[in-house]
């Protein structure tokens, strides 16, 4: 089982990135995947998660309306639009799948 997180990179405030989590070595279809952000000096935080049957769950208010999860399971993939972003939304993003994580990939929102 693997999971690769990427799309990070730097981007000013206001603007908007996409993270993919490629999945491989089980069917993606059956399972939900989490994201989470942990922000330099403070412990991981869970953002959102996506459902294996789509629904999405909000666990961090600060990132409703701004960040949307979706999966392409043809893909075994799972997206992460930001929009919106802030300064504050800096970190390494992560994604998880039961006991499997990523790798994290860097994100760094200028002011």
């Known amino acids: 089982v693997q999971l690769q997180a990427s799309g990070g990179g730097l981007v000013q405030a206001g603007g908007s990135l996409q993270l993919s989590c490629a999945t491989s070595g089980f069917t993606l279809d059956y399972y939900g995947i989490v994201w989470y952000r942990q922000a330099p000096g403070n412990e991981r935080e869970g953002l959102l998660c996506i459902s294996g049957s789509g629904i999405t769950t909000y666990y961090e208010d600060s990132v409703k309306g701004r960040f949307n999860i979706s999966r392409d399971n043809d893909k075994n993939t799972v997206y992460l639009q930001m929009n919106s972003l802030k300064p504050e939304d800096t970190g390494v993003y992560y994604c998880?799948?039961?006991?499997?994580w990523g790798q994290g990939t860097q994100v760094t929102v200028s002011s």
């Open positions: 998880r799948s039961s006991n499997y």
